[in-house]
């Protein structure tokens, strides 16, 4: 509880900038659409039985693909950032307002609809006079519903560069910081359970009939409620990186994937434009893999990451490993590609390979004699793996591999990087796709395995970034080829090492990588 205190007080300002971001992009304004959307649709179904079903089941399944997927599926279309993450929201905000309003109209009394008719109401004096007002309370917990799912789905939404609370989580996950996860995730559940209560208490305000005594206190309640939240969010905290200390600077955007090396590379660009330019860089991290940050590139939602040029080579441009290629062949290719198809240059690299590296105990190697991938493919089909799931879909990844190697395992796992290091250490699984930089092989006690075959391209750290950023920004140019051959292998498994095992902050070391 104490990590947790003051992980908070030194992130203050930044949780304020993510609650405002979750509360009013990511939950407010998708529950107003779906309220707007599904309201309408909801009074005109109720007398269109088969639209009633049609609409019930189009939305119910909705509600059935993965959050993960239906941003994965919006990318395309809104590219990263804020929009996908609130369609995707407003979606999943349909249902649970549309089925309550629909249910709530179709089961009014049939005396009191008899007797407003016989009144003389028109249909639509009826409807805002009676249907409506008799089914609020039922239609405002559909509200209420829609509103806690948008604020715990919304937490995912971080790996397409959405914002809001999640950013915490995950990158607590990514960087094994439990004070971070817990600051995201109780800020999330604390902001459920504030707006369950006003919406609950709105709800019981509206209920036709007698209202009960102690609703004085409940309203009093949710007014201090909605009053600290506004105070929160409206009262500036001062910041010393905060976009809003910057208005006055030209911003550009550095993106990263989501594990620590791209962290820490994504921090040191950072600095060193922000130290030798007059720039202020926003920082797009945590976006969740290569297709998202290449997407991101070609759309202009960010202007550079750090990308390797093996997966370059394979996985942007879909190519081969030549025989005979060396890592200044891979390079220029790749470079040549950059330029011609996406309008981008890649510097030289900042001189390390990261390459993957079929990774077990070193307990386990030392027992079977394991020193080669081709000695782990005699026995593969009796054990079993943990990989990332972008290893595994990846040509010069899993598929690749298996072919060269005729390697076939008993069981593969999707696990993310920053659990497969402890699962394989504690027996859980027999093998991972290690990094090779990565610190946490050594602090685990394990044993890389020789790529005997010479399956794996080169993977050198390079940056990748938009031509037009560098006519515009000339001056970005200079501050980042400082960074060229500045960090060899040894230099950025000590980097890594800081930040997964001694848990220094990824700001803090990319300050040492920048006095390499």
């Not at 939404?157 to 990514?174: C, E, K, M, Q, V």
């Not at 550095?254 to 590379?265: D, M, R, V």
């Not at 720039?279 to 960010?302: D, H, M, P, S, W």
């Not at 890389?448 to 031509?467: C, G, H, N, S, W």
Request: charged share 20%; aromatic share 10%.
């Amino acid at each position: 509880m104490q990590n947790v205190l003051i992980e908070l007080s030194g992130r203050l300002p930044d949780l304020q900038l993510k609650l405002l971001d979750h509360l009013l992009y990511l939950t407010a304004i998708p529950v107003v659409f779906a309220v707007c959307i599904a309201l309408p649709l909801a009074i005109w179904a109720r007398n269109h039985r088969v639209f009633q079903a049609f609409a019930l089941g189009t939305t119910g399944i909705m509600q059935t693909i993965p959050s993960l997927a239906m941003l994965a599926f919006l990318l395309p279309f809104f590219g990263i950032g804020k929009l996908p993450a609130i369609v995707a929201l407003t979606l999943y905000a349909l249902l649970p307002i549309f089925q309550n309003t629909l249910t709530a109209l179709c089961e009014l009394p049939s005396d009191v609809l008899e007797a407003a008719d016989g009144i003389g109401f028109s249909e639509h004096q009826r409807l805002w006079m009676i249907d409506l007002p008799l089914a609020a309370p039922v239609i405002m917990s559909g509200i209420r519903t829609a509103t806690t799912i948008c604020v715990g789905i919304a937490t995912l939404s971080t790996f397409i560069g959405a914002g809001g609370l999640g950013d915490f989580i995950n990158r607590g996950l990514a960087l094994d910081q439990m004070p971070l996860v817990l600051l995201g995730a109780g800020a999330a559940a604390i902001l459920a359970l504030f707006l369950d209560f006003v919406m609950e208490t709105v709800g019981l305000f509206i209920r036709p009939g007698r209202k009960k005594r102690n609703l004085r206190w409940r309203a009093i309640g949710s007014i201090v409620v909605v009053i600290m939240l506004f105070g929160v969010l409206v009262f500036p905290l001062k910041s010393g990186n905060g976009v809003a200390d910057n208005q006055d600077k030209k911003v550009i955007r550095i993106g990263s994937k989501n594990f620590t090396e791209q962290f820490i590379l994504g921090e040191i660009m950072a600095q060193i434009i922000e130290n030798h330019t007059d720039l202020y860089v926003e920082r797009i991290f945590n976006l969740g893999g290569t297709v998202i940050c290449q997407k991101a590139l070609e759309n202009g939602e960010i202007d550079l990451y750090p990308e390797y040029s093996g997966t370059s080579l394979s996985v942007v441009f879909k190519s081969e490993l030549q025989p005979g290629w060396t890592n200044k062949d891979i390079f220029r290719y790749v470079k040549a590609l950059y330029e011609k198809n996406y309008g981008c240059t890649v510097f030289r690299p900042f001189g390390f390979n990261n390459t993957y590296r079929l990774t077990v105990s070193g307990e386990k190697a030392d027992k079977h004699g394991w020193r080669t991938v081709s000695d782990l493919a005699q026995v593969a089909s009796s054990l079993e793996a943990g990989f990332t799931s972008e290893f595994i879909e990846r040509e010069d990844g899993l598929k690749g591999l298996a072919a060269a190697y005729n390697l076939h395992f008993r069981q593969v796992r999707d696990m993310s990087p920053e659990l497969m290091y402890k699962a394989v250490a504690n027996g859980e699984i027999d093998v991972i796709c290690a990094f090779s930089t990565d610190g946490r092989i050594a602090a685990y006690g394990l044993r890389t395995l020789d790529d005997d075959r010479q399956f794996f391209p080169p993977y050198e750290a390079m940056i990748v970034v938009r031509k037009e950023l560098l006519r515009k920004f000339p001056e970005v140019e200079d501050a980042l080829k400082k960074l060229i051959g500045l960090i060899s292998d040894n230099v950025m498994r000590e980097l890594n090492y800081k930040v997964d095992v001694e848990k220094v902050s990824p700001e803090k070391v990319a300050e040492m990588g920048n006095g390499c």
